[in-house]
């Protein structure tokens, strides 16, 4: 367990930051070839999911969309699943690698807290408790979702793509930079997809390639999508590890 810790720590202290548009890492080959092969054998089938708009905990999201949290629903998996995932979990979860991440990002973070709006004021106050949700995602057909920025109680957002190969490298995610001003109230919208490309200019796309990771500090403008739709209805496989701070 302290070797996961270790490794995965280790990773993101040794990568370099981009900042157009917004601070980002984008990693490939994060976890070793055969630990990612582990990660391959032990994705869980499709019925152990449910729809993520089922689920009451988003707005805007494509039906197409199917999740599984590995903190309240790892119990549903076969058990030799279950202490694979438990092991991911303990790993990235841990102070060690909440204290690599918030490092790396340390400037980030502080021109967050110095320019925090009033709604976001509400929800961290001034020092928030961290708390962190694992889930897997299964994308099909049609899946596509406009510009935005995340709610204003995430922290951080890890996108580990999971694809056997890839195929489906360009149905990545897309990195945004506002046309024009974007009012406060607007923040936190999702976007349409007429209107990111009326507002807003596609900067770059990291690619769904099979073992990389998108890892941005959420932010007024960490403006973000997917712009390709998944059109040979392939599954699509991702690791979501997300950061949430809340004042209480």
């Given at each position: 367990m302290n070797e996961l810790k270790e490794k995965f720590s280790n990773t993101i202290n040794m990568s370099k930051i981009s900042s157009d548009p917004f601070d980002h890492l984008y990693i490939e080959n994060f976890f070793e070839d055969g630990f990612y092969q582990k990660i391959q054998e032990n994705i869980p089938n499709i019925n152990h999911f449910?729809?993520?708009?089922?689920?009451?905990?988003?707005?805007?999201?494509?039906?197409?969309?199917y999740i599984l949290s590995l903190q309240k629903d790892i119990k549903k998996i076969p058990q030799n699943q279950q202490k694979f995932w438990d092991e991911?979990?303990?790993?990235?979860?841990?102070?060690?690698?909440?204290?690599?991440?918030?490092?790396?990002?340390?400037?980030?973070?502080?021109?967050?807290?110095?320019?925090?709006?009033?709604?976001?004021?509400?929800?961290?106050?001034?020092?928030?408790?961290?708390?962190?949700?694992?889930?897997?995602?299964?994308?099909?057909?049609?899946?596509?979702?406009?510009?935005?920025?995340?709610?204003?109680?995430?922290?951080?957002?890890?996108?580990?793509?999971?694809?056997?190969?890839?195929?489906?490298?360009?149905?990545?995610?897309?990195?945004?930079?506002?046309?024009?001003i974007i009012d406060e109230e607007e923040?936190?919208?999702?976007?349409?997809?007429?209107?990111?490309?009326?507002?807003?200019?596609?900067?770059?796309?990291?690619?769904?390639?099979?073992?990389?990771?998108?890892?941005?500090?959420?932010?007024?403008?960490?403006?973000h999508g997917v712009e390709e739709i998944n059109i040979n209805q392939s599954e699509r496989n991702l690791f979501l590890l997300n950061f949430y701070g809340n004042k209480n």
């Open positions: 449910e729809k993520i708009t089922d689920t009451k905990t988003v707005t805007n999201y494509s039906p197409q969309r991911i979990n303990i790993a990235f979860t841990s102070v060690e690698f909440w204290n690599a991440v918030s490092s790396k990002f340390s400037q980030t973070l502080k021109e967050r807290f110095s320019n925090l709006t009033k709604r976001e004021k509400e929800i961290l106050g001034e020092n928030p408790k961290i708390s962190c949700r694992t889930a897997l995602i299964k994308d099909f057909t049609k899946y596509q979702l406009g510009a935005h920025t995340d709610s204003p109680n995430k922290m951080f957002s890890f996108l580990f793509y999971i694809p056997k190969n890839n195929e489906l490298k360009n149905i990545g995610t897309s990195l945004y930079r506002p046309r024009d923040i936190t919208k999702h976007f349409n997809k007429d209107q990111t490309s009326l507002r807003f200019e596609k900067i770059k796309t990291c690619e769904f390639k099979k073992n990389s990771v998108f890892i941005f500090a959420r932010t007024n403008y960490s403006f």
